[in-house]
């Protein structure tokens, strides 16, 4: 096995386990089983578990992004962007990995940790904003409340239909949510 084969596997069994466990539910001893190495391999790739749960995380938030952009600058009007971005289909019950780690005290409390969460969500909220002001300069969308406080309202709508649909156990609080937010959206609509 070479070694950027075992350090992905590494990554992968990490993000698996922090979007399962969170931070200090994700043991070095967890991380080595579920990827199938052993101790001397972890620690050849990494500094340890800091060093790869930064490096999971960043790989989670790249992936995020991905998908979020492949929505965001698909086809359509500006709302059949974002709609695709909150239709997008997702596995609500488990939550957000970004957005679950935001609640972890452990990655709060470490910088290199938060980084990839605080720039994901900064990213996704300049770039939703980004969606709405050309919705508006193509003359989709009235003006009204500011482009970034819409793409904030979006992302709130987001993470917190994933913590509402956890708290039910049922996915239908997520499709509320976004239900709401596509309304609300569509009342900014001119068509």
């Known amino acids: 096995m070479t070694g950027m084969a075992t350090q992905d596997r590494l990554i992968e069994s990490t ?13 070095p001893k967890a991380i080595q089983q579920r990827a199938g190495v052993g101790q001397g391999s972890m620690y050849h790739h990494f500094d340890g578990k800091p060093g790869l749960a930064a490096a999971a995380l ?23 962007r974002i709609a ?8 609500v019950l488990r939550g957000c990995r970004i957005g679950r780690m ?37 003359g989709e969308l009235r003006a009204g409340a500011e482009p970034a406080d819409l793409a904030a309202a979006v992302v709130a709508v987001v993470q917190g239909g994933y913590v509402l649909a956890r708290a039910a156990d049922d996915a239908e609080p997520f499709e509320r949510a976004v239900r709401g937010a596509l309304a609300l959206l569509a009342a900014h609509r001119t068509d």
């Open 84 to 91: 695709a971005y909150l239709r997008r289909e997702r596995d």
């Open 15 to 27: 993000q698996e386990l922090l979007w399962e466990r969170g931070y200090v539910g994700t043991s």
């Open 102 to 138: 935001a609640q972890d005290p452990e990655v709060v409390a470490d910088p290199r940790l938060r980084a990839p969460v605080a720039e994901t969500f900064d990213w996704l909220r300049g770039r939703l904003a980004e969606v709405i002001a050309e919705g508006r300069s193509a």
């Open 58 to 80: 960043r790989r989670s938030a790249e992936q995020m992004r991905a998908a979020a952009e492949a929505d965001l600058a698909g086809p359509g009007t500006a709302y059949d």
